[in-house]
Structures are given as C-alpha cells and as structure tokens.
C-alpha cells in the first residue's frame, strides 16, 4: 500500500511490534496516541490521525474492557468509514462484556474489518504492569488456581500485519491464545528458573489489592479496572485454548518457556 497505515498506540507492546513488522515490509505508518496528540479522552483529535491513511491499527486504551470502549470504538470506526479508511483491525480482550461489545459495534459500522481477540500478554511480565513485582521479587496478586494461556505480543503482530497486508482476513474473527494454560504461579516459576532470579508468587485478599494499588497511588479508573480483570475477568470463563494463531498464520504459538528464556537473555529482568 503507498499510503501510510496508522497504528493507534504504536509505542506499546503490540503497536511496537507491528510497526516494526511494517516497516521491516516497506509500509509507511503513522503513529497515534498522546505523544502524537491522539486522545482517545478527546474526539476532536481523531480525524487529524486518520488524515491520507490507507488502513489503521486500533489498540483502545485502557482497556477495551472498561465502560467508554463500545460507544469509543464505535464513533471511531464510522469516522474512519466516513473519511474513506475502511480497513480496520481490532485489538480485542476475552471473557470481557465491554470488549464483546466494541467488537460488534465495529463489525456493524461498515469497516472491512479483522478482529483479534488476544488472551492475557506475556509481555505484561516484562513490559507491563507486573514488570516492577518481578524486580521486588514477589508477585502478590488476588487470584489462585485460575488458568490463563498467556500469549506472546509477537504472535498477535504477525497476525495483525497479515490482516493490514491481506484482504484475506477480511470479516475474520480471530480468537488467539498461547499454546499452555499456566497459573501465575507457573509462570513465575519459568521466570525465575530463566532469569536466575529468586520471585515467589503469592495470592492475597482482594483488599490487600485495592490497599496496594491505593498505596502506589495507582489512578482510581486503573485500580478499578485491575480489581475487574482479577476478580471477574480471571474467573476460569477463559480457562482454555484457542487455534487463531495456527488458523491465521498456518503455525503454533510461542511457548512461555521459550519467551521467558528470550526475555531474560535480553536482561528484561537485570
Ligand atoms: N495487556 C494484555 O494482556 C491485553 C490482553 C488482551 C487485550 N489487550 C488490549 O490491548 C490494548 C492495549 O493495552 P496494553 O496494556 O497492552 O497497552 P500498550 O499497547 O502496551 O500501550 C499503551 C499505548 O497507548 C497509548 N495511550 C495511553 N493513553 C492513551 C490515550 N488516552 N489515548 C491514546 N493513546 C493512549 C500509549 O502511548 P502515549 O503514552 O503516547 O499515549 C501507548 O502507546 C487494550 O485495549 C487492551 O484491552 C491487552
């Protein structure tokens, strides 16, 4: 395509990667987000993004799971329809009402539309929110025996630049997860046995939580999306796996062994 691909959050954890994945192909891309004066608080800043772009990447932020999501990524799809930005790729969430929703209101708006609706990232470990309780050395969250197959940011690249790249993935609807299904506890144990560093995981009260999260003066729409995603969304309803990798990219999933050993060389926890 010679006109430039948008990618909205392209310094994340998976905006980065498929910009890099674009570039690598040749792709001119344009980032949105705050840095760039892209809001997703302020739709005045939208049609600017959307300005000479041929398809765009969307990554809601916070989270598509809290309440603003639908009605955000609804306005957003029909102003991108309207200014002739058809191709529209969704980064979804699983097991989460608001996500679901966004989905269909995208599916509805007229958009020639991809969705992929990820598990939990690996990179939360070593980009994301629980990068600072590895390097204190426990990780005390308010879940216990609930199963999650976390999934690599790299995967979910590959198949969103497959989706921006080829109209074969057109009105495609694909549900990705890893290829294992770890509890936390399992997943800070393959941490600690690649990095060499003594972390220990432990579940806590769900007000324990909420005092930490206040403690570390974690905004009060963030802690309560946290406190969502532990205590509802991680409450076994995504307890299972998915083929959306092998059905979009005809191969499996990185393993969590394999991204931890890879994250640990890189001194991802030094
Ligand atoms: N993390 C997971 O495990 C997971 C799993 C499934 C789905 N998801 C979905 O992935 C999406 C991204 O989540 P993430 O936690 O992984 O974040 P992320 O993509 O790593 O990074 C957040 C990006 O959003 C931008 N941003 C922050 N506030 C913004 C705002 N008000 N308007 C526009 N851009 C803003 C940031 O750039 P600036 O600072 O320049 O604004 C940054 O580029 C969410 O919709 C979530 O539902 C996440």
Do not use: C
């Amino acid at each position: 395509m010679e006109n430039p691909i948008l990618i909205i959050g392209g310094k994340g954890k998976t905006g980065s990667r498929v910009a890099d994945r674009l570039r690598a192909r040749g792709q001119k891309i344009h980032f949105a987000s705050r840095s760039t004066g892209f809001d997703w608080t302020d739709r005045s800043t939208w049609a600017a993004a959307l300005d000479g772009v041929s398809a765009a990447y969307i990554t809601y932020y916070p989270d598509l799971a809290v309440k603003t999501a639908p009605d955000d990524v609804e306005a957003f799809a029909k102003l991108a329809v309207s200014l002739g930005v058809k191709r529209l790729v969704l980064l979804s969430g699983r097991g989460e009402p608001a996500a679901q929703e966004s989905e269909k209101r995208l599916i509805a708006s007229g958009a020639d539309w991809t969705i992929v609706r990820a598990s939990w990232f690996n990179q939360n470990f070593d980009e994301g929110q629980f990068q600072p309780m590895i390097l204190e050395g426990e990780m005390a969250l308010p879940v216990s025996h609930v199963r999650e197959p976390f999934i690599d940011a790299n995967d979910i690249a590959d198949v969103v630049v497959a989706a921006l790249t080829d109209p074969r993935h057109i009105g495609e609807l694909y549900e990705v997860t890893g290829p294992q299904l770890l509890t936390f506890a399992e997943t800070i144990a393959e941490i600690s046995k690649a990095s060499g560093r003594k972390v220990v995981f432990q579940t806590i009260p769900t007000e324990d939580f909420v005092k930490g999260l206040t403690a570390a003066k974690v905004p009060g729409d963030v802690a309560e999306l946290l406190v969502e995603l532990f205590t509802v969304v991680l409450d076994g309803r995504n307890e299972y796996l998915t083929d959306g990798i092998e059905r979009a990219l005809g191969r499996p999933p990185k393993d969590f062994a394999d991204y931890a050993r890879d994250a640990a060389a890189r001194g991802a926890w030094k």
